[in-house]
Nanobody, 114 residues
Framework: QVQLVESGGGLVQPGGSLRLNCTSS????????MGWYRQAPGKQRELVAK???????TIADSVRGRFTISRDSAKTTIYLQMNSLRPEDTAVYYC????????WGQGTQVTVSS
């Protein structure tokens, strides 16, 4: 079974920044488009950003200009750099391939609050 491990979340004030990390065993980052998703309380999970094996990125309208997705050269970690955070960015953030498997990791909580 694929293991996806998200980390880097936390509590941050509005306007602050966080960088989320997603690691996995094997070579799934080499052969799949990968995405960062988030789920806020009472809302459906949504795609925030994705990156192809060729490093083409797509960012959701709600976070464009503030969030950036990237992958390290060793293809072992997917990052989500989040700047200018807003309270509405509060959610549990997950990584998964795009389109996603049915399996989800535990995610990492991001809370934006003063």
């Amino acid at each position: 079974q694929v293991q996806l491990v998200e980390s880097g979340g936390g509590l941050v004030q509005p306007g602050g920044s966080l960088r989320l990390n997603c690691t996995s065993s094997g070579r799934i980052f080499r052969i799949n488009t990968m995405g960062w998703y988030r789920q806020a309380p009472g809302k459906q999970r949504e795609l925030v950003a994705k990156i192809t094996t060729g490093l083409t990125t797509t960012i959701a309208d709600s976070v464009r200009g503030r969030f950036t997705i990237s992958r390290d050269s060793a293809k072992t970690t997917i990052y989500l750099q989040m700047n200018s955070l807003r309270p509405e960015d509060t959610a549990v953030y997950y990584c998964n391939k795009y389109p996603p498997w049915n399996y989800w990791g535990q995610g990492t909580q991001v809370t934006v609050s003063s």
